[in-house]
């Protein structure tokens, strides 16, 4: 099993910057990949940034540009460094590690941190 912790949310005003941590452990040997995700109020789950094991990042559109993901293997984090928030950044965001092993397919999921912009 794996188990994913996330930190660094908070407020902040418009314009500003946020950093945002996974930190994964268990059975990190099969995690290929990780991702953050996030819902706001009254809105379904949105993937934010996206990091493979390889290297490949992909982002979603809203937050492209402004965003991005960086992993710390060695302590098995996903970083989300978020530039230039906006109030529509507002949202409980969640990390997510995948697995390659077929028993795993559906991940592993943190409680959500909180991130809230002020306009």
């Known amino acids: 099993q794996v188990q994913v912790v996330e930190s660094g949310g908070g407020s902040v005003q418009s314009g500003e910057s946020l950093t945002l941590s996974c930190e994964a452990s268990?059975?990190?040997?099969?995690?290929?990949?990780m991702a953050w995700y996030r819902r706001a109020q009254g809105k379904g789950r949105e993937m934010v940034a996206r990091?493979?094991?390889?290297?490949?990042?992909n982002y979603g559109d809203s937050v492209m540009g402004r965003f991005t993901i960086s992993r710390e293997t060695t302590a098995n984090t996903a970083r989300l460094q978020m530039d230039n928030l906006r109030p529509e950044d507002t949202a409980v965001y969640y990390c997510?590690?995948?697995?390659?092993?077929?028993?795993?397919?559906?991940?592993?999921w943190g409680q959500g941190t909180q991130v809230t912009v002020y306009g």
């Open positions: 997510h590690a995948a697995s390659f092993k077929a028993a795993d397919e559906g991940g592993f």
């Open positions: 990091s493979t094991k390889n290297g490949r990042t």
């Open positions: 268990g059975r990190i040997d099969t995690i290929y990949a």
